[in-house]
């Protein structure tokens, strides 16, 4: 078995076909008339541009506008007019138009590829296409026909450029594999929109495959089977019948609003963990970043960040958010995240030690810092902060006290800030939900952190599998502990969230809906399963499930009602 | 000449689609049009230059024209930028 990335989901099962690379050939060769030379020119960039503008309207027409923007894109680049002034000045020097083209391309293709930005390095896939179509447009040579190729193809090729995607009869195409690329790539980006699986980065794989051999791709863990037995492909066509079924479901609850079947209204939030899962949270159709946990500003490096690096980055997912709601996390060290410059003392229960803000009121400048980092960023949307590992009032006081004077300064020296941004409480020690009803006069909102408060309730070490009997969310006590901070954010009239694994699992959705939860934090590819989760239950239903587990004595008995009572 | 600070708000910040639209927007004028980002001077009608500067969202520019028609041309780059290319 061979190994890529997934970088479109979906079980793809067919025959090999293998796509030869034909690059373009041409003589260099020096010219006499270079008015002749600047017409052909001329000429191959008005071909190049009407077949692009046909390639384009074919791919809008099977995947969507923005996916034809691409080859919009090429068209724009053609009309660049530093490209098409610096083609010509080599021409005058007396270069012949192939070879002007190749090497101003190749100017800027080096140019890109030396950037350390993933998307801007895709504009170097860009350019190596338009240039290679723009010399055959030169020469006369025929683009790559992928037209008419047999049913249940599964394509192999070292890379696919972005008009050679285009191009592909997508009816008869069951997979792609590349050797290159990566999940931003246009392939991928093609085949996400057309639902076609597909497998990029899969090294070595044109060596391993031949043309017409069977195979399997799975474009969710990029997994790829060559030549499977028969019993392997009666799995595979299993998974394959139950995966199109689960995706054509889900794919009619993108772009809609969360509601319940009583269309009572609710959001799905995303957790945010590093500066590339704010973009999923886009494609993953969430309604916000629920959870922005802050520690990797922090990690792999010698000294902390100072105020600007972390204001352009909160800005920055203020600013994509357009408005949704960003809730930031003060920093969250100590338990089993160790930052080495912060120089943190063993401690012998380093859980129940200087964690989170704990460790913040112990140094204040590192909250100070990031706190004023987080209120300038809240000039640029619904910026909120949240605050972990509260126990005690005390601890809630001292953040919101530093927040007044934080505010105070930034208004005297002129900068922008919410004056009215929120601040909440994550709800994940006993202690906190205890005080709960205490908590919700004093905090904006709560913010269940259910990994945590399961460990801390249970008094059970999440990775200890000797006590993993003990760490569960069934369990009666901390189902109770959830329903009780639920209800004293209630009756404090404040909004509840949840963040943490409990938030996605789907046999906890009637409960959450019961007790009263407003937010859903999730990862981004769980966003449309817990929106649908959501559409399935009335309140009436989802009461009538709570209370029947409420009365339940062991997490088994419960666990297994709600998994007899899902849909 | 005139010039104007500004904060790129697109998500997707200036890349190609956004850029495109720029490019061919600052076209339009006769003046020289320039972004400075980060030290370096980007001519702001050449869709390659502005994408081979790596413009982020969430990354403050300046530009600057200078021409004829400095004052058209910046107003259409100031409504673009803070439009975060809405409806275009």
Redesign the interface.
């Known amino acids: 078995m061979v190994r890529g990335t997934g970088v479109s989901e979906g079980i793809g099962i067919g025959f090999v076909h293998i796509l030869k690379e034909q690059k373009p050939v041409f003589e260099r060769h020096s010219i006499t008339d270079v008015e002749k030379e600047l017409e052909k020119l001329r000429n191959a960039v008005g071909s190049f541009v009407i077949s692009t503008e046909k390639l384009a309207e074919k791919l809008k027409n099977e995947a969507g506008e923005k996916e034809a923007?691409?080859l919009?894109?090429h068209i724009?680049?053609m009309?660049?007019?530093?490209?098409t002034s610096e083609i010509e000045k080599l021409i005058q020097g007396g270069e012949c138009a192939e070879s002007a083209v190749e090497q101003i391309c190749n100017m800027?293709i080096s140019?890109?590829s030396a950037?350390d930005?993933e998307?801007?390095r895709q504009?170097a896939a860009?350019m190596e296409d338009l240039k290679d179509r723009l010399i055959k447009h030169l020469i006369g040579a025929d683009d790559i026909q992928l037209s008419t190729l047999p049913p249940d193809t599964i394509l192999c090729a070292r890379e696919l450029t972005p008009s050679m995607t285009a191009g592909i009869d997508k009816e008869h195409i069951a997979g792609i594999i590349t050797e290159k690329g990566g999940e931003t790539s246009h392939c991928a980006i093609i085949a996400r929109a057309c639902g076609i699986p597909a497998v990029s980065g899969a090294e070595g794989i044109m060596q391993l495959v031949h043309d017409g051999q069977k195979a399997v791709i799975d474009g969710a863990t990029g997994e790829i089977i060559l030549s499977p037995d028969e019993e392997t492909m009666e799995l595979c066509r299993e998974k394959k019948a139950q995966y199109d079924e689960s995706v054509s479901i889900l794919r009619s609850y993108k772009g809609k609003p969360t509601l319940n079947s009583d269309g009572e209204k609710y959001s799905v939030l995303c957790n945010v963990g590093n500066a590339e899962d704010i973009?999923k949270v886009?494609s993953g159709d969430g309604e916000g970043i629920g959870l922005f946990r802050t520690e990797f500003l922090f990690m792999d490096r010698k000294k902390s960040p100072d105020e600007q690096e972390q204001f352009?980055v909160y800005?920055?997912a203020a600013?994509?958010m357009?408005g949704r709601p960003v809730i930031i996390r003060t920093i969250d060290i100590g338990g089993d995240k160790d930052i080495p410059y912060m120089e943190m003392d063993e401690e012998d229960n380093p859980f129940l030690g200087l964690r989170a803000v704990r460790y913040c009121m112990k140094h204040p400048d590192i909250l100070h810092e990031q706190l004023r980092a987080i209120l300038r960023a809240s000039a640029?949307g619904d910026v909120k902060i949240l605050v972990p590992m509260i126990a005690d009032i005390g601890e809630l006081r001292f953040v919101r006290n530093m927040t007044e004077d934080i505010k105070k300064q930034l208004s005297a020296e002129g900068k922008a800030f919410n004056e009215n941004i929120e601040t909440g409480v994550m709800i994940e020690t006993p202690s906190a939900c205890l005080i709960s009803d205490i908590l919700a006069k004093e905090a904006d909102f709560f913010s269940i952190g259910t990994n945590d408060l399961i460990q801390y309730t249970m008094a059970a070490d999440r990775g200890n599998s000797d006590v993993s009997y003990l760490y569960s969310v069934f369990k009666p006590s901390v189902l109770r502990a959830i329903k009780y901070t639920i209800s004293s954010a209630k009756a404090a009239g404040i909004p509840v969230e949840m963040c943490g694994e409990v938030a996605a699992d789907r046999l906890m959705t009637p409960l959450l809906i019961s007790f009263g939860l407003d937010s859903f934090s999730v990862s981004p590819s769980s966003v449309l399963a817990i929106r649908r989760e959501i559409s399935l239950y009335t309140k009436e239903k989802a009461d009538r499930i709570a209370e029947a587990v409420m009365q339940m004595s062991s997490s088994e008995e419960i666990k297994e009602y709600l998994v007899q009572n899902n849909n | 000449m005139v010039k104007q600070k500004l904060l790129v708000i697109n998500p997707e910040g200036l890349h190609l689609r956004p850029a495109g639209v720029f490019a061919q927007e600052m076209d339009r004028f006769k003046c020289d049009i320039t972004i400075r980002y980060k030290g370096t001077r980007v001519n702001a009608k050449s869709l390659l230059s502005i994408l081979a500067a790596c413009i982020k969202c969430g990354s403050e520019i300046d530009i600057e024209c200078d021409g004829p028609d400095e004052l058209e041309a910046i107003n259409k780059a100031i409504e673009l930028i803070e439009s975060g290319f809405e409806g275009v």
């Not at chain 1, 009309?79 to 490209?83: E, G, I, Q, R, S």
């Open positions: 923007d691409i919009n894109g724009m680049i009309k660049d007019p530093v490209l800027f140019v890109f950037r930005d998307l801007t504009r860009d973009d886009l352009e800005r920055t600013l994509k357009q640029f």
